[in-house]
């Protein structure tokens, strides 16, 4: 696979481009992403479906633009989309002539097409393995039910913002558009049912947004916001069933007043139909699902198990030393097997350790005095796939403060584990860190004897270092660990 590649995606609202890079075999990180509001469908519902030729017009501008862009960004490879609407058009060849004479091959997909690419992407980007996915577009819906980390179904369905808004809201027609919804949802098969729900696309994004700001949620970040469905049934129908100069009120953003009302329409409706209870939105869609169908075609169509992307993309882009790092997991989940007959943690927080200690020396990257901040900043940010906000989170406050004692006052402690549990973790993290730095440190084991409701680690290592020793000794210690130990000195080094 091309070391640089783009994907473009023609829907029936707007066009959309994201170039992505490969840092290894399977690490990659987003470099630059383009959207223009085309809106090829524009009068396509009242014409037949016929493409109009204003609208073309301005697709194949953008494309142009789309296509420099991409050369500019040295793409090796670029793959282009374009679903509901050009796929309707009786005159669509009319279209795919006009992009190969700008030297762009355009593949038009199915219905069912579109719903794997848009499941694809949540199920390798996100952290759950099991849901339903609703992809809301201009022109049509697209669902995938997914079970045991398997895509089983898919279905498309002629229901789209910019169809309900010429067809019924620019008339004024709402009890229209509401039958005509319910009646093309009757035609779903009855197991397409879940309480989990991966809201990809334009609407389920600006409704998500427009519930942050509502509940004042602390993080700046979209994907993988999840929220309560029921809590927010009732701001849905305010939404379609408001006036279209009452959407700003309710936190409308000006770029959506014209299609959010039919979107918010087919979201709740069809969430109802559903049995939804929560939501997790995607930041992803079908632009991901086409690069993932090419990236992971030796793979089955997922990463591999304990595979995350962007911690291999970190990795491949921050850290120098990968023996150095891949040693501080190995000792970090170490010190968490030893403490499992303990329970001084909860099985939950083993991906959090293993990858906090792995990408602790991240922020060297930038400034090494100020390692802790840096490295807090680029995890939380960066992190972006296969992970919750809270995991997000935790990892990056477990290597923030590594080194130091965790305060009383934390910001965001509601979205974070306990202080006991914060303490030990970012403990085992610094310590781990420090290990790595004596000579042999795959030979290190470690115990946890318990007396007195104290604990007391032991280390052993045939040849524990100096400056190793010093540095554990400035370590604080979480409660309930009050000494650390050498076992083949019993010297107390606290």
């Known amino acids: 696979m091309a070391k640089i590649t783009a994907i473009i995606d023609i829907g029936s609202n707007s066009a959309r481009m994201a170039i992505f890079e490969k840092t290894s075999h399977l690490g990659f990180h987003l470099l630059y992403e383009a959207k223009s509001k085309v809106r090829i469908s524009e009068s396509t519902y009242e014409h037949q479906g016929y493409l109009q030729p204003k609208p ?110 010429e067809l019924f809201f620019d008339k004024g027609d709402l009890k229209g558009a509401i039958a005509f919804v319910q009646q093309t949802l009757a035609q779903m098969p009855p197991h397409f049912r879940h309480k989990r729900i991966f809201g990809i696309g334009g609407t389920a994004r600006a409704l998500s947004k427009t519930i942050q700001k509502k509940t004042d949620y602390p993080l700046d970040t979209l994907h993988a916001f999840e929220y309560d469905f029921q809590a927010h049934t009732e701001f849905f129908r305010q939404i379609y069933t408001a006036k279209p100069d009452e959407l700003l009120s309710l936190g409308i953003k000006e770029d959506r007043i014209d299609s959010i009302q039919g979107g918010a329409l087919i979201f709740h409706l069809a969430l109802l139909s559903f049995k939804a209870s929560s939501v997790v939105t995607s930041g992803v869609g079908v632009r991901e699902g086409v690069f993932l169908e090419d990236l992971l075609r030796h793979e089955n169509g997922h990463f591999p198990p304990n595979f995350n992307p962007s911690v291999r993309n970190l990795k491949d882009r921050f850290i120098r030393d990968f023996k150095k790092s891949n040693l501080q997991r190995t000792l970090a989940l170490r010190l968490f097997e030893a403490q499992k007959p303990h329970s001084l943690l909860s099985d939950s927080y083993h991906q959090h350790l293993g990858i906090s200690a792995e990408l602790c020396n991240i922020g060297i990257a930038l400034n090494f005095y100020e390692k802790s901040h840096h490295g807090n900043y680029l995890l939380f940010h960066a992190l972006n796939y296969g992970l919750s906000h809270q995991d997000r989170l935790l990892i990056a406050t477990l290597v923030r403060f590594s080194t130091k004692k965790i305060p009383d006052s934390l910001e965001y402690a509601n979205l974070l584990p306990d202080l006991k549990t914060l303490r030990i973790l970012s403990f085992f993290v610094g310590l781990c860190e420090i290990l790595s730095q004596n000579q042999t440190p795959k030979a290190f084991g470690f115990d946890f004897v318990l007396k007195n409701q104290e604990f007391t680690l032991q280390i052993s290592h045939p040849n524990p270092s100096y400056l190793v020793r010093e540095q554990i000794a400035k370590l604080i210690l979480p409660n309930p660990i009050t000494k650390i130990i050498f076992a083949s000195s019993q010297n107390p080094l606290k």
């Open 56 to 165: 073309m017009e301005r697709a194949i501008c953008a494309l142009k633009d789309f296509l420099w862009i991409a050369k500019s960004h040295k793409a090796r490879k670029i793959l282009c989309v374009a679903t509901s609407a050009v796929r309707d058009a009786p005159n669509k060849a009319e279209f795919l002539k006009l992009a190969r004479e700008i030297g762009l091959k355009i593949k038009v997909i199915t219905g069912e097409q579109e719903a794997y690419f848009g499941a694809l992407s949540a199920l390798n980007l996100l952290s759950y393995r099991e849901g339903l996915t609703i992809d809301i577009g201009g022109g049509s819906t697209e669902c995938a039910l997914i079970e045991n980390c398997k895509v089983i179904d898919k279905i498309s369905l002629n229901i789209g913002t910019i169809r309900l808004k």
